[in-house]
């Protein structure tokens, strides 16, 4: 290795620029080295290595001194830059999109580029190649493979890059034996049969972390997490000497700090990443790195840009100096970059998962650079919490600079932060077309039980015209996850790249999940017009679902997706399939553009409860593509009134849950009108219930969380049923009103079994109606006591079935299953009706039986399986000892008797309870299994019938309230059962 200058030279040097240039936070190199070029011949002529198949965690990502001051900065309230909507512009479903690698390495770090003819594609710790239609030609290989610097080193991190302005390849990774970056460039665009150079960097004695690496017309430029506590005067940022790189020859490495910045812990800056038909001018290479008020030592939100300018011909006269700080003063909105105080565990998934990783306080890769006529453009991005005041909600706040003249001050063109619903997004990456649209790909996650995500991964874009800030485009889908993230850790990134023979065609390589295995998934997708001529309609704007009147406005949102520009747009609608109204827009209309269109003639939408379907259409003449000229949307005029509840929140199954615990639900206003003073009331079991009011005003279309004032009593341990409901007077729609849900409080969840390294547990489970596939590996421990099967007692004998992950040679993998017919929320030995049974082989299906004893309590039963190498420590059989390696599961079985008549439910089995709620208000409770519908009657002494009803069964028995409010005093019948048999009881009223 021939060192260039001395370390003690540059050293003084520094400490000079600093001493001189304080005020201009300037600084020479820090740090310079070189390394020699290693030829390697094609990977067609080498033997392969496979990827490694021992799979580990990589450690956590290096950290300094977290710096987070709780309660500083802003914003205190939802981020001013948010984008609460999806966009409405139909998006381009993907040109194709394709597996990538399965692998178990945690994480996976997805990276790939795309060249003339093919897409190679890497992760911890390997790489493959595929060609442009998306088919493996070169299998998963060890990253050692490639040869040169590169044999026998595995630790990964890599990055895959294609420079367009020398067609070559490249491939990192970083070492640690010794401390150093390693780099091969191919030696022409065919990655497969061009050889390669590869080069180690020494990096000075410590691991370059995060390492991401950018292309610019003087030096390949590589950002780190390197030196957190000392960033400022420590190297950061390596420029390694690419046009020696692209020759084989010799090549020089300069390391540079980055003055004055503020770090939290884990950082990652990002360098500017030249693409597109022209390079930009020597010099002036941006790095840029957010800084967030939240830490200290920063007073403000922004954006931090460096400068760096290389000197190859005289190595000490490079410098990098401080550029620009945009703030709000600039057009940065405040943002909050720190989720859970600068912890790695922040994002909430499905089935009580780990939470992952949201890769906070990092630039996210890439951050491309593109050249344009008039002016140049970045577009970069990073995840932040969109509002301090509720649960941590990440979104993806991004920018696009522009300037105006090279070397010239960056501006804020546009900033947005994309969070248009309630799940979490996050793990972009971006980038801009030649035409000027923007793509983003990122993952969404969440964990809401009605509508619960696996990190999935998916895309948004804007066209170039299209209103500044926004994402235009409707989301699309890349791939849905099957499972949760069995760890905290996740991506560490995604990788979106821009294919360089058209500059339009986007590739974003992104993780997702398939039961324990990690996989990264390809997704090609295009924005840019694929006709001159095109336009139709892409929203209903006016009127939305409401209460409506006889003559309601229609506005509809025409869109150009051609080229052209577009004049008198002949434009018509039908409300269902009537009389066509036609008009025409006779503005003028660019590509790739949008206008609203409000018809003069209204439309009747009057009659109230009823839906209208409006199809709205384009006829252009010249029209290239019709099958985008139509758009129908269905428009309800809704009942005034009509609440409910939409989800009990709280409580959840848990340990030792007391007599005191809250009750939360969610209320939505699905009428026309808003409402106030909503009457709201919650039951257990068949308890009395609890009625209280929302005060508040819900407006229409919105939910709100309401916790009851009353607590409940869940200490005694078994399981509870609880329902919730609102009870609106005049309530158009009382179907939906209310919800169930079903809690227990257990005496033992045994969690911390491991099931992520083998596959040891139950990763699938089939019972009669429950069927439960690919069971995400969590802590060891699922609840699933919403999940309810029937089981005749009087059929005596039953199969379940199982699945597991884990192969067990020896026999040590087996399964028991429990059925807590006492209800006491204990499992005990004789309540144990599968035991220690073999699972032997892994991902089939394994078929056991067991019989209910004849005389098993009718009703609803927790029952708990569990599964797991008996081998090691933790007992199968006791239902809360905590297994080295297994799952444990709950569910719920109802077992009933189809020999019992009608006869024997209501003469043997049923208890009829009735009871006084106050103000004459009555209710009347028969606890039983039967569940055909039955009839109450209410006569009174003088055999007068007062009142007849039907009642179902709700689960646990069939429970009645009725207003004795306007009856004379005295003693009246209560009669409940079918014509024929049935059960009568006196009541009195007062």
């Not at 950002?223 to 084989?248: C, H, P, W």
């Amino acid at each position: 290795m021939i060192r260039f200058y001395s370390l003690f030279t540059v050293f003084i040097f520094f400490i000079s620029l600093q001493v001189n240039a304080q005020k201009r936070e300037i600084s020479g190199p820090v740090y310079i080295d070189s390394a020699q070029a290693f030829p390697v011949s094609s990977i067609s002529k080498r033997k392969l290595i496979a990827p490694s198949t021992e799979y580990k965690i990589v450690n956590p990502r290096n950290r300094g001194i977290n710096k987070v001051v709780p309660g500083k900065g802003l914003p205190k309230t939802t981020d001013a830059a948010l984008q609460e909507k999806m966009g409405e512009v139909p998006g381009k479903a993907p040109i194709f999109s394709f597996d990538a690698v399965t692998s178990r390495s945690t994480p996976t770090d997805p990276t790939g580029a795309a060249g003339p003819n093919h897409y190679v594609n890497g992760w911890n710790s390997a790489f493959s190649i595929f060609d442009k239609s998306g088919n493996q030609i070169v299998p998963p290989a060890s990253l050692s493979s490639i040869g040169g610097e590169f044999t026998n080193e595995t630790l990964g991190d890599p990055i895959i890059l294609y420079d367009e302005f020398a067609d070559r390849f490249l491939i990192t990774q970083f070492s640690e034996t010794p401390e150093s970056f390693l780099v091969a460039v191919s030696q022409g665009p065919d990655p497969v049969n061009d050889g390669w150079y590869t080069y180690r960097f020494p990096t000075n004695g410590a691991l370059p972390d995060y390492p991401k690496i950018s292309v610019w017309s003087d030096g390949y430029y590589v950002t780190t997490n390197k030196n957190s506590n000392s960033a400022s005067t420590s190297q950061v940022v390596y420029v390694f000497e690419r046009d020696r790189m692209l020759i084989g020859e010799t090549a020089r490495l300069l390391a540079f700090p980055l003055v004055g910045i503020n770090t939290n812990g884990f950082y990652s800056p990002a360098g500017f990443h030249a693409m597109g038909g022209e390079m930009p001018p020597l010099g002036n290479s941006p790095i840029i790195y957010l800084q967030d008020d939240a830490w200290a030592g920063v007073s403000e939100d922004h954006l931090k840009i460096w400068n760096i300018d290389v000197n190859w011909n005289l190595l000490t006269n490079s410098t990098i100096r401080e550029s620009q700080e945009l703030g709000a003063a600039s057009g940065v909105s405040p943002f909050i970059a720190t989720f859970d105080g600068g912890a790695f565990s922040n994002l909430a998934q499905p089935n009580q998962a780990p939470e992952i990783d949201a890769l906070q306080a990092t630039m996210m890769y890439m951050t491309q650079y593109r050249r344009f006529a008039n002016h140049n453009s970045v577009v970069m991005n990073f995840v932040v919490d969109i509002n301090p005041t509720a649960a941590e909600h990440a979104g993806i706040r991004w920018y696009e600079l522009r300037q105006d003249r090279n070397g010239g001050p960056w501006s804020v063109y546009q900033e947005g932060t994309y969070a248009p619903d309630k799940s979490d997004r996050f793990s972009g990456s971006i980038g801009m077309d030649r035409e000027g649209n923007i793509g983003l790909g990122y993952t969404v996650l969440d964990d809401s039980p009605e509508t619960p995500i696996f990190p999935s991964i998916r895309y948004t874009g804007r066209y170039s015209n299209d209103p500044l800030g926004e994402m235009t485009l409707v989301e699309a889908s890349i791939v849905e996850g099957l499972s949760p993230n069995p760890n905290t850790r996740y991506g560490d990134y995604a990788h979106l790249t821009l294919d360089p023979t058209d500059g339009v065609t986007f590739w974003h390589n992104g993780e997702y999940f398939d039961g324990v295995d990690r996989k990264n998934r390809v997704g090609v997708f295009k924005l840019a017009p694929d006709f001159n001529n095109d336009v139709g309609i892409i929203a209903i704007p006016n009127p939305e679902d409401a209460t409506l009147s006889g003559s309601e406005s229609i506005t509809v949102t025409i869109r150009n997706f051609g080229r052209n520009t577009q004049s008198n747009i002949p434009v018509s609608y039908t409300i269902n399939e009537g009389q066509t109204i036609n008009e025409v827009f006779t503005g003028s209309l660019p590509g790739t553009s949008s206008v609203d269109y409000t018809f003069s003639a209204s439309a009747d939408l009057g009659i109230v409860g009823q839906a209208y379907e409006i199809t709205a259409s384009t006829n252009l003449a010249d029209d290239d593509n019709e099958d985008n000229d139509e758009f129908s949307g269905t428009i309800r005029n809704l009942f005034p009134n009509d609440v409910g509840v939409t989800s009990i929140d709280a409580p959840s199954t848990g340990l030792e849950l007391t007599s005191s615990e809250e009750i939360t639900v969610t209320i939505e206003n699905f009428g026309g009108e808003p409402q106030s003073n909503i009457p709201v009331s919650y039951q257990i079991e068949n308890n009395r219930s609890v009625n209280e009011t929302f005060s508040g005003t819900l407006p229409v279309g919105e939910n709100v969380t309401y916790t009851f004032s009353q607590r409940a009593n869940l200490s005694v341990s078994g399981r509870y049923n609880i329902s919730a409901e609102t009870n609106l007077t005049g309530d158009s729609q009382p179907e939906n009103d209310g919800v169930e849900k079903s809690v227990a409080n257990l005496n033992c969840i045994p969690e911390g079994s491991d099931c992520t390294s083998f596959g040891d547990g139950i990763f699938s489970f089939e019972l009669e109606d429950i069927l439960n596939e690919r069971i995400p590996c969590t802590t060891g421990y699922g609840d699933f006591i919403g999940s309810s099967t029937d089981l005749d007692r009087s059929e005596g004998t039953f199969t379940v079935r199982v699945k597991t992950l884990f192969d067990s040679p020896e026999d040590n993998e087996k399964f028991s299953m429990w059925i807590d017919l006492n209800d006491n929320g204990v499992f005990d030995d004789e309540e144990r009706l599968i035991s220690s049974q073999v699972i032997p082989t892994a991902s089939t299906w394994h078929e056991y039986e067991f019989t209910l004893p004849a005389n098993a309590p009718l009703g609803l039963h927790l029952l708990r399986i569990r599964a797991g190498d008996v081998s090691f420590d933790g007992d199968l059989n006791d239902p809360c000892s905590v297994m080295d390696y297994g799952t444990t599961h709950d569910y719920s079985v109802r077992i009933t008797d189809s020999t019992l008549s009608i006869d024997d439910f209501l003469l043997n089995e049923a208890n009829l309870v009735i009871s006084d709620q106050g103000n004459r208000i009555f209710r009347v409770f028969l606890e039983t299994e039967f569940d055909e519908t039955l009839r109450v009657t209410i006569h009174n002494l003088l055999g007068q019938k007062l009142l007849e009803n039907k009642v179902e069964s709700n689960g646990q028995g069939y429970l009645y309230e009725f207003d004795m409010s306007y009856a004379a005093t005295g003693v009246y019948l209560l009669r409940i059962g079918t014509r024929e048999v049935g059960i009568v009881k006196r009541f009195i009223v007062k």
